[in-house]
């Protein structure tokens, strides 16, 4: 599977256990989309939140972001091809 690092920008900010709970909701329905949540880092101060993602496609890692919370990334970037 491929890795993808997807960025989140959250207008007036994002705390580190808003975070959690979004990361949460991600692992709750990841499984459906054959994709898996591996780490998520947050800066709060600026209201930005980051994914790494191992999925089959950049589509399949923001479906779970739209079914678990709505919150999709700004961008998704490939970090390494597949297999």
Not at 3 to 18: E, K, M, P, R
Not at 29 to 53: D, H, M, S, T
Not at 60 to 76: C, I, K, R, S, Y
């Amino acid at each position: 599977m491929a890795l993808y690092l997807d960025v989140h920008t959250i207008s007036g900010g994002v705390t580190a256990q808003d975070a959690a709970k979004a990361h949460q909701a991600d692992l709750q329905a990841q499984g459906r989309f054959g994709v898996r949540y591996l780490r998520y880092w947050v800066n709060e101060p600026q209201g930005k939140v980051f994914c790494l993602i191992e999925a089959p496609s950049a589509q399949a890692a923001t479906a779970v972001h739209e079914e678990a919370h709505g919150l999709l990334a700004d961008d998704v970037f490939l970090v390494q091809e597949g297999d």
